[in-house]
């Protein structure tokens, strides 16, 4: 059974950082041809944030580029979302997804396997 497990989550001023984490269990990296984070606020639809691809390619919203980073570590079945600068509008509920076959940004939301998320909330 696959499960995707986030933690990281937490309460930061605005300008501060914090690293997200992923841990899948179930199946393996090279099983997926997709994995990303999605975000929701509340009020808000889901918004694909990022997305890393089997052949190491990434993408990311126009709204976070430059200040968040998604990485996986293969040896430990982790996917990784570095995020820096952080802003006030970067509160939600953080998600990742995986899916097996490639899938673009903007339905990283709907990828076959989701999390429970982890909340980050950004004070100013």
């Known amino acids: 059974q696959v499960q995707l497990v986030e933690s990281g989550g937490g309460s930061v001023q605005a300008g501060g950082s914090l690293r997200l984490s992923c841990a899948a269990s179930?199946?393996?990296?090279?099983?997926?041809?997709?994995m990303g984070w999605f975000r929701q606020a509340p009020g808000k639809e889901r918004e694909g944030v990022t997305v890393?691809?089997?052949?190491?390619?990434?993408v990311y919203a126009d709204s976070v580029k430059g200040r968040f980073t998604i990485s996986q570590d293969n040896t430990k079945n982790t996917l990784y979302l570095q995020m820096n600068s952080l802003k006030p509008e970067d509160t939600a509920m953080y998600y990742c997804?995986?899916?097996?076959?490639?899938?673009?940004?903007?339905?990283?939301?709907?990828?076959?396997?989701r999390g429970q998320g982890t909340q980050v909330t950004v004070s100013s």
């Open positions: 890393i691809y089997s052949h190491g390619s990434t």
């Open positions: 179930g199946y393996t990296f090279s099983d997926y041809r997709s």
């Open positions: 997804a995986a899916d097996p076959e490639f899938r673009l940004l903007r339905s990283v939301a709907y990828f076959t396997y």
